[in-house]
């Protein structure tokens, strides 16, 4: 199955060395030579890519511009559901806590959940129901998971704890994330105007590090894993590298 969002990719990277007609561009134009093009796309590996998208949709990360965010300070954030009449909900990618799982009390805690994946760490998704346990995974399929784009997915706890117990799933292959990010109809919008992210189309290798299960890439690489370590703002400067826009001090 195609999988528009990299074709795309794929489309804009062609275009900036000059391969395509500007008469196809899906990019946003140009800015002044020495400013950041806002076209910045490279090809890490595969599925590890990125470049400005005009607006929000649903599977792109949102990347904080400003300095003063707060619990949103140098984050990235997975756009997970995005739609006028209801409002935004997504997932901050790179906010890790010093917690795992079996030293908290959730609510979504049930019998298997915590002898799965007790001894994984957790990170914080949002401020917004922080009580509650989300998982951030490639396998498609999963029962009562949703999908985000092409190789990510989120939810489907109870279906996870069985396909880890069947051991055609490992603990680490899911992010644990406690909380979410959540914004009013129009608010997103109205944020992004005002300068407070940059909305970025990315691949799934950026979202996601890469996994042993779940049909991703096999075998994690060294800089993946140290982006979705625990250093928090790693995979916001790296983001920031990739679309050509400068990382404050």
């Not at 076209?39 to 990360?61: D, F, R, Y």
């Not at 075998?219 to 703002?233: C, E, F, T, V, Y």
């Amino acid at each position: 199955m195609l999988d528009w969002r990299s074709f795309r990719a794929k489309l804009i990277q062609m275009e900036q060395r000059g391969c395509l007609n500007p008469a196809t561009s899906l990019g946003p134009k140009p800015a002044a030579p020495g400013r950041g093009s806002g076209l910045g796309m490279v090809a890490v590996s595969s599925g590890s890519w990125a470049h400005e998208l005009p607006g929000p949709e649903v599977g792109c990360v949102l990347v904080a511009r400003q300095d003063g965010m707060q619990f949103f300070d140098r984050t990235v954030v997975l756009l997970a559901a995005h739609d006028v009449r209801h409002g935004s909900v997504g997932f901050v990618l790179n906010k890790p806590s010093p917690l795992r799982l079996c030293e908290v009390q959730l609510s979504a805690t049930a019998q298997g959940i915590l002898d799965t994946f007790g001894s994984q760490r957790l990170q914080l998704g949002g401020p917004v129901h922080m009580e509650t346990l989300t998982l951030l995974h490639a396998f498609a399929g999963l029962g009562g998971a949703q999908k985000v784009s092409e190789g990510v997915y989120y939810g489907g706890l109870p279906a996870a704890v069985d396909l880890v117990h069947s051991g055609l799933a490992k603990p680490e292959d899911f992010k644990l994330l406690l909380g979410m990010t959540g914004w009013s109809p129009g608010q997103l919008e109205q944020e992004i105007a005002s300068g407070a992210w940059w909305v970025v189309a990315a691949g799934q290798g950026l979202v996601l590090p890469s996994s042993s299960s779940g049909g991703g890439a096999r075998g994690s690489s060294n800089k993946q894993q140290m982006l979705h370590g625990r250093a928090p703002d790693a995979l916001w400067r790296h983001m920031l590298q990739l679309i050509g826009r400068p990382a404050q001090a």
